[in-house]
């Protein structure tokens, strides 16, 4: 990162001393702009229907109320916007002695506060309504936390960046005290286009379980001649309608890049995000396929991170989507990001091996590095005997699964926290077992299904050992300029095949 000096710096450039600062001050109207709109409704209605009506704005009936309707409106007026600047008098924040700290509150005060060196990342959030005016809240992630730690809401778009990049310095150690950091360069690596995130969502396994329920209510419907059936599936839709349309928003206009920093995430049609994702931070990586997809090459990619818990359902799926669509050779870009060192020789063999591979009829031994389920125990999987498997590297323990709905899970070794051999009493017949892996929460959960004894009891104490050597020589994890050649030439090699 390039630093200056605060005063060189000059006007142009928000500094950021020990002192305490104060936050735009249209900010409380913005945080509070429902309040202000149902108090303008509830006195106004009235008024406003009559108005729609053409009739005359004051009910000659009530003259002897007006004049008291009007003085409470404005005297409840007036209080909403006097709390709004006290709040916004009395919320301030400072960044000084190793801290970020932010104070709230008139008459009940709190304040939040937030240690340099434990922030991981701080992601720069725009909902609608501050997005128009220019503002924007900054999140910080701090170490240990199961949710955010501080908000700070909210500052100009350009004074957020500026306080983003000078903690996140400081945190760093690269800047020190009254130092103003610039935001350090990026290089785009993956975008998504509208088109196919849209098409994504329509061609999803749950628009075909949606279909298919509609398709058997309206037979049942006609059958039984009951038109409450399709009545019911009104709020259904509706329900349907807002999931599908909360993943488009959130996932519209979405691109990632790497930087110093790590990988940086940008996503979002109404409310907007910026969000920087360490790689040492990240936890476990699953790669999935539905059916339809296939005939599109289409995957996508979801992550445990540490630090983020469970949050808000729709904010948590966003954040720990790491590609929500992408074809083949983003995945593989991805990848590379998230683990530079693949721990093989051929990781593009390897990662195409675990995403697309299927051992044949007949093999008594690994043909493309994956151990499978052993051909005695094909009557519990029928048709995922052959997918299910798992292939250990120097560096991760990769886990396939799913002949239909394809599944690559990844666990670098030093991630692995703990582990439970699991056998039911059919599995014990066919002399199978399942290895579960547990990493932080998250949508990723690591599950080696029906292995054979000898391979998961050998897996487990492997696995073992891997996690505790690696873990002691883990050292802190840097990002690479740029992905690792083996992987991304590949990858922009295979892309520009598929498009010729």
Request: aromatic letters at 8%; a positive charge.
């Amino acid at each position: 990162m390039s630093l200056k000096g605060s005063q060189a710096a000059g006007s142009a450039v928000h500094t950021v001393d020990a002192g305490w600062h104060r936050v735009h001050p249209a900010s409380p109207f913005v945080r509070g702009w429902v309040g202000l709109v149902a108090v303008v409704y509830f006195f106004g209605r009235d008024a406003f229907e009559r108005m729609l009506q053409g009739r005359s704005l004051v009910d000659p009936h009530f003259n002897a109320r007006v004049p008291w309707l009007l003085a409470g409106g404005g005297a409840v007026l007036l209080l909403a916007v006097g709390g709004f600047l006290l709040s916004w008098y009395f919320y301030r924040y400072q960044v000084a002695e190793g801290y970020v700290r932010v104070n709230t509150g008139f008459l009940f005060k709190q304040q939040r506060q937030a240690r340099l060196d434990r922030v991981q990342a701080i992601d720069i959030v725009q909902p609608l309504l501050p997005r128009i005016l220019g503002l924007a809240e900054l999140k910080f992630d701090v170490a240990d936390a199961g949710r955010s730690a501080v908000r700070l809401s909210y500052l100009p778009l350009e004074q957020a960046k500026q306080l983003r990049a000078t903690i996140l310095a400081r945190a760093a150690g690269v800047a020190g005290a009254g130092d103003v950091a610039a935001a350090a360069p990026e290089q785009l690596v993956v975008s998504v286009p509208p088109s196919r995130l849209l098409g994504s969502l329509l061609l999803s396994e749950h628009t075909v379980g949606i279909v298919l329920g509609a398709a058997a209510s309206v037979a049942l419907s006609v059958y039984t001649d009951n038109d409450a059936i399709l009545l019911a599936l009104i709020p259904a839709f509706l329900g349907i309608g807002a999931a599908y349309w909360g993943s488009f928003n959130k996932g519209y206009n979405f691109s990632a890049a790497i930087s110093p920093d790590g990988i940086r995430f940008r996503y979002g049609l109404l409310d907007t995000r910026a969000q920087t994702l360490p790689p040492g931070r990240i936890q476990a990586v699953k790669v999935t396929q539905p059916p339809i997809w296939r005939i599109f090459g289409w995957y996508r990619i979801h992550v445990n991170v540490a630090g983020y818990g469970g949050g808000e359902r729709h904010e948590h799926a966003a954040r720990t989507t790491l590609l929500p669509v992408g074809r083949k050779a983003e995945v593989m870009r991805m990848l590379s990001l998230v683990l530079p060192d693949p721990g093989v020789d051929q990781p593009e063999r390897v990662f195409s091996a675990g995403l697309e591979g299927l051992a044949p009829r007949g093999l008594t031994g690994p043909l493309d590095g994956f151990v499978t389920t052993p051909r005695r125990a094909w009557l519990l999987a029928p048709l995922g005997w052959r997918r299910n498997g798992f292939l250990s590297t120097r560096t991760a323990l990769l886990l396939r699964s799913g002949r239909w709905w394809r599944a690559l899970v990844i666990v670098p070794h030093q991630r692995t926290q703990s582990m439970t051999l699991q056998q039911g009493p059919l599995a014990r017949l066919f002399g199978v077992a399942d290895l579960v892996l547990h990493t932080t929460a998250g949508p990723v959960s690591p599950r080696l299904f029906q292995s054979g004894v000898e391979q998961a009891v050998e897996l487990f104490d492997q696995q073992a050992a891997s996690a505790r050597e690696a873990r002691q020589h883990e050292s802190r994890e840097q990002l690479p300029a740029q992905p690792p050649p083996s992987i991304q030439q590949k990858s922009i090699q295979e892309e520009a095949h598929h498009h010729g």
